[in-house]
């Protein structure tokens, strides 16, 4: 066992170099309010607090101290609704909040289960308190018969400097389009960089993520919510983590063995394990207090008082540990347990 800042990190000796595969880990214990979907964990510059943002309750806000909690339940990114006219604006999904200069951006969706009537809006706010998110409305928005459906979004910063969007769900699948210096106006046209030929095509919640000379895409894919205990999906089919990689941040991102996730390519980092099912919703921050960056994600708990139900579904997290692996990271590291992205 290696503890580094005061957290237990046990690092898994087991590589697919070595043709065997390692456990999946198990997440940080958590105390406090976390039944929470679609996470997005950013850390206050200011004071190191923690700022956890989740789908439904309009955005929902939860703060913690301390990673392990307890986390509370703070409020709302909009309390009063989206601003964009769409079914939905009562109930955001998936918001991805990152840092830009001194202002929190929160991208989110607004859409119905089902439909490519969807748009992808920009709440701001200089310090992720309740009550601080202003709404400035519409960013980019699919309809129905599009080749994508706009929401999952995620905003990185590509080699260039220049903000680039990620966003899709199902429907050819995770889909880019540059943005303005202003984070908002969309420039150019929407291009494809994962796609999962499989009917459904059950690709979405793109996340990039760059470390070192890479920009890695991780994916969720598969059933995310739904599930009847009774009756469970086919083992695998249920939500799982993929990653590729990248020296651009708009591609082309190839898994270890060196596909193309264009073409059903992609890493298995995260799968069902133990009392973890379902897990997905990814997405990574850096950690202050201990260095490291930490990979966030929700899963349904096989043990919770409905087994299996979504209505349950909880936070995990996990540190990274971002060495190589036979020429291709990364391998994790788990508070508490190896987060091994194999």
Do not use: C, E
């Given at each position: 066992m290696i503890r580094v800042a005061g957290i237990p990190l046990l690092l898994s000796l087991l590589t697919l170099a070595l043709g065997v595969l390692a456990a999946f880990p198990d997440p940080l214990k958590l105390s406090g309010s976390v039944l929470i979907h679609d996470p997005s964990l950013v850390q206050r510059a200011s004071d190191g607090k923690y700022f956890l943002f989740t789908t439904h309750n309009k955005g929902g806000i939860l703060t913690a101290t301390n990673l392990a909690g307890p986390w509370t339940s703070v409020g709302s990114i909009l309390p009063s609704d989206s601003s964009?006219?769409?079914?939905?604006?009562?109930?955001?999904?998936?918001?991805?909040?990152?840092?830009?200069?001194?202002?929190?951006?929160?991208?989110?969706?607004?859409?119905?289960?089902?439909?490519?009537?969807?748009?992808?809006?920009?709440?701001?706010?200089?310090?992720?308190?309740?009550?601080?998110?202003?709404d400035q409305g519409q960013v980019f928005a699919s309809t129905t018969g599009a080749q994508f459906n706009a929401i999952d979004p995620n905003v990185v910063i590509d080699e260039k400097g220049v903000?680039?969007?990620?966003?899709?769900?199902?429907?050819?699948?995770?889909?880019?389009?540059?943005?303005?210096?202003?984070?908002?106006?969309?420039?150019?046209?929407?291009?494809?960089?994962?796609?999962?030929?499989?009917?459904?095509?059950?690709e979405e919640g793109a996340f990039v993520w760059k470390h070192g000379s890479f920009y890695y895409l991780f994916f969720s894919s598969g059933l995310c919510c739904g599930f009847d205990a009774n009756a469970l999906p086919p083992a695998g089919n249920e939500y799982k983590v993929f990653v590729g990689r990248s020296t651009s941040a708009h591609g082309p991102f190839l898994d270890k063995a060196g596909k193309d996730l264009r073409q059903t390519g992609g890493t298995l980092v995260l799968a069902s394990h133990g009392n973890v099912y379902a897990p997905g919703g990814q997405s990574i921050f850096t950690d202050s207090k201990s260095g490291k960056d930490v990979f966030v994600y929700h899963y349904v708990p096989v043990n919770s008082a409905q087994p299996y139900s979504d209505a349950f579904a909880t936070l995990g997290l996990n540190a990274i540990d971002w060495s190589s692996v036979s020429g291709?990271?990364?391998v994790g590291v788990g508070y508490g347990n190896s987060c091994v992205f194999r």
């Open positions: 964009i006219n769409l079914p939905g604006r009562d109930d955001i999904w998936a918001p991805d909040v990152s840092l830009h200069g001194s202002t929190y951006y929160a991208y989110y969706a607004v859409s119905t289960f089902g439909s490519q009537n969807s748009a992808i809006g920009l709440a701001t706010s200089s310090s992720m308190d309740p009550g601080t998110w202003t903000p680039v969007l990620s966003f899709g769900s199902f429907w050819s699948d995770i889909f880019q389009i540059n943005l303005a210096s202003n984070f908002k106006t969309v420039s150019g046209s929407a291009t494809q960089v994962s796609f999962n030929a499989t009917n459904p095509q059950p291709f990271g990364p």
